[in-house]
C-alpha cells in the first residue's frame, strides 16, 4: 500500500477563498483523522471518522470548516472562505480502528492564505 | 477526558549520551499510548505502543518507553543519542481518539 495519501502538499491561497485538502486513506482502515499542526498550537485534532461516519467534530475550530468522507477511500476538509490564520499544516491520518492500532499519517498539505 | 503532557519543549543531547524524553498522561480508563517522530517536513512515524501486557515496549532506532500506571507515565529513552535521532517527538494517548502531547524538539550535539 502507498500509504495515507494527502493532495495537494502546498496550496497558496488568498483570504476569502475556498479551499479543498483531500485524502485517501490506507485500505482497509476504518477510521479516518484531520489534524492540524501549527508552532502555536501544536498538533490539533480537528475530526475523526468511524466507517464513514463523523464520530468527534468537536476540534473543527468553526462554521468555515467542514469535512466529508462520501466513501471509505476518500475525505476531503474544506475552509470556506479561508482566512490568514488558517495557515499550518493539514495531517491526515488512518488507522485500522480507533483505539489499539497506530494512527499513520500522510505527508501532509501545507497551506499558506495571504 | 484524555491528555498527555510533555515535559520539556526542547531537550539537547550530546552524541552517546542518554535521551529521555518525558511524557505524562490523564486517562479516566487505561489508557493506550504511543510515540511518535517527526522528521523536518514528514508527517509522523510510529516509534513505539503501548496497549497491554509487558510494560517495557522496545520501538524502532534503539528507543524504548516504560509504561509506569501508579505515576502515568510513558517516559521515553535510548542508551546513546545519535545524530539522526535529531527531531521532534510527540507522545500521544488513544480511547476512541489520539490525542498528541505539544512535542519535545531533541538536538543532538556532536
Known amino acids: 500500500d502507498a500509504g495515507v495519501i494527502q493532495s495537494p502538499r502546498h496550496e497558496v491561497t488568498e483570504m476569502g477563498q475556498e479551499v479543498t485538502l483531500r485524502c485517501k486513506p490506507i485500505s482497509g482502515h476504518n477510521s479516518l483523522f484531520w489534524y492540524r499542526q501549527t508552532m502555536m498550537r501544536g498538533l490539533e485534532l480537528l475530526i475523526y471518522?468511524?466507517?464513514?461516519?463523523?464520530?468527534?467534530d468537536s476540534g473543527m475550530p468553526e462554521d468555515r470548516f467542514s469535512a466529508k468522507m462520501p466513501n471509505a477511500s476518500f475525505s476531503t476538509l474544506k475552509i470556506q472562505p479561508s482566512e490568514p490564520r488558517d495557515s499550518a499544516v493539514y495531517f491526515c491520518a488512518s488507522s485500522e480502528n480507533r483505539d489499539r492500532t497506530e494512527a499513520f499519517f500522510g505527508q501532509g498539505t501545507r497551506l499558506t492564505v495571504v | 477526558a484524555q491528555s498527555v503532557t510533555q515535559l520539556g519543549s526542547h531537550v539537547s543531547v550530546s552524541e552517546g549520551a542518554l535521551v529521555l524524553l518525558r511524557c505524562n498522561y490523564s486517562s479516566s480508563v487505561p489508557p493506550y499510548l504511543f510515540w511518535y517522530v517527526q522528521y523536518p517536513n514528514q508527517g509522523l512515524q510510529l516509534l513505539l505502543k503501548y496497549t497491554t501486557g509487558a510494560t517495557l515496549v522496545k520501538g524502532i532506532n534503539g528507543f524504548e518507553a516504560e509504561f509506569k500506571k501508579s505515576e502515568t507515565s510513558f517516559h521515553l529513552t535510548k542508551p546513546s543519542a545519535h545524530m539522526s535521532d535529531a527531531a521532534e517527538y510527540f507522545c500521544a494517548v488513544s480511547r476512541n481518539d489520539m490525542r498528541f502531547g505539544a512535542g519535545t524538539r531533541l538536538t543532538v550535539k556532536p
Open positions: 471518522f468511524n466507517n464513514n461516519v463523523p464520530i468527534d
